[in-house]
């Protein structure tokens, strides 16, 4: 076989390990999503993708594929844990919706689906011959399963918390258990019963481990500390501390002389077994480290972390040898495959990863900038602003989808920018407790807003730009000018975390949604409250104004949208969702509310005087969900996992829509209404409430 052809194969495995499972769902999509989302390199997007005539801009992808495989979907909670079976064909994962799965890693189709714990999964793990997984649960059990059957065949009880690890000793006769009772407990697998129990740390025991010849155990605790115990006699050999902060991780290398610990404190350290000292300390991760592992040469460590990466490190220098990137939240656990040459990441953005250790570096747009918590359009289209955890903002050119600018100087997470009326400034609200004003058209920071004692959520220009209203964890809303960057009204009134604040068409009024249950109107000339309005029974997530300015629209996660008269301060409508709404915005009539979670239709006798108007419908309205885009409320395009909605903004003049991801990625995609097949032209029903994540694209009435 020549090299083409190689690569041709090589392509082809990629292209459908990447694809398995749309393939498996909507087969026609390999046409659409599957070449979109491929590799520009690659001979399968050159020779195939033709011009897809209702997609009139494509999404920037990699250049060549990267180190992720494939995506195991499936779970409907939280990944807590993933392992690979000793010959390497199986991987078990454990999750926050109470199951154990079984895959297959040739194909990344699951095998199987072991049920009876009665709630979440902390940990899962095979026996050295395969036939057994034995997993920890926060139902206070351990529980043995039967790889080939799926069926349970012991349930370990004696634990009063939570199990947060199991293992399997080295012969597999023994299975070892961590709790948050503070103790490790050995099991006999064979009659399930107890047959000891470790006591000595002052803490929760998050993670256990036998040593290879089984002689030892391993154990890190929230205490800081890593004991290890003699299985034998249940006594203490060894104590190693030098963590900062609770330990969640611990594990022996192959030879038994080391163990490396993952901590809270964002390291990894390595230590010598015979002597208890700290051998290397490895630094990098910018969060939490929840797992650490080592390669089956014991000459790497993979680490997973709360910042969304896994990263590999050479034991024997202590250097990271590469970062696996595109999970889109905490990474929970990562293990190498028996041969070395994979690594399974566990997440709790709910997937399973299979990573190449010898492919490099996942390749991807954007590479390196972390969640995107918020995008908008400027008011003229021509740019978009993205706010990220990486402590950035970033501006792109929306015609070509190229990044034209990166503000720099916010010291923490940028949760929220803003462009002014004008587009001349943005406005970024950070966790640094700052509001920051930025020169669009020179990138430099011509602002400082201080004076919050506590994170800031979101910011917001006046309808004329000469104020900016900002929302913060200190319960406030404050009023900045932003000609001369000072406060000019601190609006106290909440008991609990302020969420976000808005305006009202005439700047006259604000409203601010909080954690205290209630939306809260202030009067901007006096700063003074003017309004409570109180019905809502959970934190309130955002609150809009109506056009004409005599309505807000509220938002809770108690499900459900409030309509207020802000005259009488009463409520008029209530509509239930399926979701917790985060943002939305009435429609120019006024008939509806465009929401994260779908487009709602209101009475319309609220708006047309009491003559109620014909139902309208949406003959042309484009919707990101969690994995689509749907036109009319039919799939439309497929979102592989690291281009799925973290938020998002629409342009509907250029027809475009923009997502910003939470593995970091801002995406552009825009589409022709006259070119798409004439089956999702038909117009849709006029109340569309929809569950889960998402935010409405374009709609045309």
Known sequence: ?????????????????????????????????????????????????????????EPKVADVWGSLIQTLEGHTGAVTSVVF???????????????????????????????????????????????????????????????????????LEGHT??????????????????????????????????????EGHTNFVTSVVFSPDGNLVASGSWDKTVILWDTSTGKQCGVLEGHTNSVNSAVFSPDGKLVASGSLDQTVRLWDTSTGKQYGVLEGHTDFVNSAVFSPDGKLVASGSWDQTVRLWDTSTGKQYGVLEGHTDFVNSAVF?????????????????????SAGKQCGVLRGYTNVNSVVFSPNGKLVASASTNKTVR???????????????????????????????????????????????????????EGHTNLVNSAVFSPDGKLVASASWDQTVRLWDTSTGKQCGVLEGHTNVVNSAVFSPDGKLVASASLDKTVRLWDTSTGK?????????????????????????????????????????????????HGSIKTMKFSNDGMHLHTSCGILQLKSSLHSGGNRALPHTLTHSLYVTDQWITCNMKKLLWLPADYRLSCGALNDSANLIVIGSGCGRVIFISFDFTALPPAYLQPSVPVIPVAGKGFLGLVRY
């Open 395 to 449: 501006l792109w050119d929306t015609s070509t989808g190229k990044q034209c600018g990166v503000l720099k100087g916010h010291t923490s997470n940028v949760k929220s920018a803003v462009f002014s009326p004008d587009g001349k400034l943005v406005a970024s609200g950070s966790w640094d407790q700052t509001v920051r004003l930025w020169d669009t058209s020179t990138g430099k920071q011509c602002g400082v807003l």
């Open 337 to 357: 495959s028996p041969d070395g040459k994979l690594v399974a990441s566990a997440s709790l953005d709910k997937t399973v990863r299979l990573w190449s250790t």
């Open 85 to 155: 079976s000793p010959d390497g064909k199986l991987v078990a994962s454990g999750s926050c919706d109470k199951t154990v799965r079984l895959w297959d890693t040739s194909t990344g189709k699951q095998y199987g689906v072991l049920e009876g714990h009665t709630n979440w999964v902390n940990s899962a793990v095979f026996s050295p011959d395969g036939k057994l997984v034995a997993s920890g649960s926060w139902d206070k059990t351990v529980r043995l399963w039967d790889t080939s059957t799926g069926k349970q065949c012991g349930v």
């Open 529 to 577: 409250q003017c309004g409570v309005l109180e019905g809502h029974t959970n934190p309130v997530t955002s609150a809009v104004f109506s056009s004409n300015g005599k309505l807000v629209a509220s938002a809770s996660w108690d499900k459900t949208v409030r309509l207020w008269d802000i005259t009488t301060k009463t409520t008029i409508e209530i509509i239930e969702t």
């Open 161 to 198: 918390e939570s199990v947060n690890s199991a293992v399997f000793s080295p012969n597999g006769k023994l299975v070892a258990s961590a709790s948050a009772d503070k103790t490790v407990r050995l099991w006999d697998t064979s009659t399930g019963k107890q047959y000891g129990v470790f």
């Open 1 to 57: 076989m020549g090299d083409y052809d190689a690569g041709l194969v090589y392509d082809a495995k990629r292209f459908v390990l990447h694809m398995r499972s749309i393939i498996e769902i909507a087969p026609l999509q390999v046409y659409y999503s599957g070449l979109l989302f491929t590799p520009v390199s690659s001979p399968i997007r050159v020779g195939y993708l033709k011009n897809i005539p209702w997609v009139t801009m």
